[in-house]
Structure formats: C-alpha cells, structure tokens
C-alpha cells in the first residue's frame, strides 16, 4: 500500500469520525432543547405538539418563535388601587355566577383579557398575540383564558362547564393581579380562594 494511499484512508476516517461527533453532539443538543421546551412550556408544550399534529420539529419550532417573539416583554406592576379594583370585580363576577353564569362567564373573560393588556402583553383587539405572549410567561395558566373563550363561544356549555371555565380561568387571573416583581411569576399551585369570598357559588336550582 502506497503511502498516498494511507494518508487518504486515515483522512477518510479522522472525517468520519469527526462526522460522527457532530450527528451525537447534535442529537444531544436536540433532545436538551426538548427537555428545556418541555420544562419551560409545561401543558403548552403537549398542546402545541397536538396543534401540530405530532410534528415535534413544528413544534419546537412555534414554541421557540413564541419565546422570540414575547420572551423580552416584561410585565408592567399593577397600582396597588387598580390591583384591588380589579380583584374586587373578580369577586363580583363570582357572585353573579349564581343568577347569571353565562353573562358572568363572559365578563371574566373580558376582565382577564383587560387586565393582561393593562400588564403590557398585547392588546385585546390582537387576541391570538395576547395568548401566545401570555403562553410564554404564564404556560401553566393561559389555558384558562382559552376555557373562558370555548365556554362563551359554544352556546352550549352547561352550568358545570361554565362553572368550570370560571374555576379554571381564576390561577391566570391571580397571576395577572399579583404584586410586586414577581407579577409575572406562573406559580404551580390551585388557585386561592378570593379574600373574603368562599369557593365559587353554584347557581341557584343547581346541583352541580
């Protein structure tokens, strides 16, 4: 074997190897970006792979536009009187879920979408832009809003959806009034009883 053709064969395999290490470092840093997407988005990252039909490359990819494109907003600090205007019409909207579900539904459903262009995520008339800013800061709660959306748009919710909606909605409306720095803050836990108010009422001749 001549020595030209030992130097092309060792050549060829230093690229090969070489090759080799890219592929596993890039399929390391592939399922690393899962991983960070997965923790990051919590809920919204099955919800966008559904979306997507499965497409997890989609996926990834909508997440990762969504972070570009809203990750840099940070949320404006609510006044102390606006905070507690606020949570007192969270309040009264519980109230009248008793006598009027549906309208009640309705109005949180517009609260919440004030309150999060009040706090500097996009305005309400760009309703698709709120969600997706509001999905990159508040992953585990945003889908609250949607169940507010479904339920008034369905005409068909029953009391206990509705009911459900308004439950569900209260996590993303708490994480929006909350004080301080830690405003945007998406806290994992059941949402809190509002102070002074029990549990939401259930309308009157329900059983639900």
Same mark, same amino acid.
């Given at each position: ?9 060792? /050549?060829a395999l230093v690229a090969a190897l070489l090759a080799s290490g890219v592929l596993i470092r890039a399929r390391r840093g592939a ?26 490359? /989609? ?25 507690? %205007? ?7 909207? %519980? ?14 459903? %517009? ?18 832009? %709120? ?25 068909? /919710? ?12 209260? /996590? ?5 009034a909350a004080a301080g720095p830690t405003a945007s803050a998406d806290v994992r836990r059941p949402p809190a009883p509002v102070r ?13």
């Amino acid at each position: 074997m001549s020595t030209l053709t030992t130097a092309l064969i060792i /050549a060829a395999l230093v690229a090969a190897l070489l090759a080799s290490g890219v592929l596993i470092r890039a399929r390391r840093g592939a399922g690393s970006g899962t991983g960070s997407l997965k923790r990051r988005f919590g809920p919204e990252y099955d919800r966008s792979l559904e979306r997507h039909g499965g497409d997890v490359e /989609a996926a990834h990819r909508d997440l990762r536009e969504r972070v570009e494109r809203y990750g840099h907003i940070r949320p404006l600090t609510l006044d102390p009187a606006v905070r507690e %205007q606020y949570t007192a019409q969270w309040a009264t909207l %519980q109230e009248r879920f008793v006598d009027a579900p549906t309208q009640a539904v309705a109005d949180a459903e %517009q609260l919440l979408i004030r309150v999060a262009a009040v706090r500097g995520f996009p305005d309400p008339d760009r309703r698709d832009e %709120q969600l997706a800013a509001l999905s990159v800061h508040h992953p585990h709660h945003v889908d609250g809003l949607r169940a507010l959306h479904r339920a008034t748009r369905s005409g068909s /919710a029953s009391t206990e959806e509705l009911r459900e909606a308004l439950v569900h909605a209260r /996590a993303l409306f708490e994480a929006l009034a909350a004080a301080g720095p830690t405003a945007s803050a998406d806290v994992r836990r059941p949402p809190a009883p509002v102070r002074g108010h029990g549990p939401l009422l259930k309308p009157k001749g329900s059983d639900a």
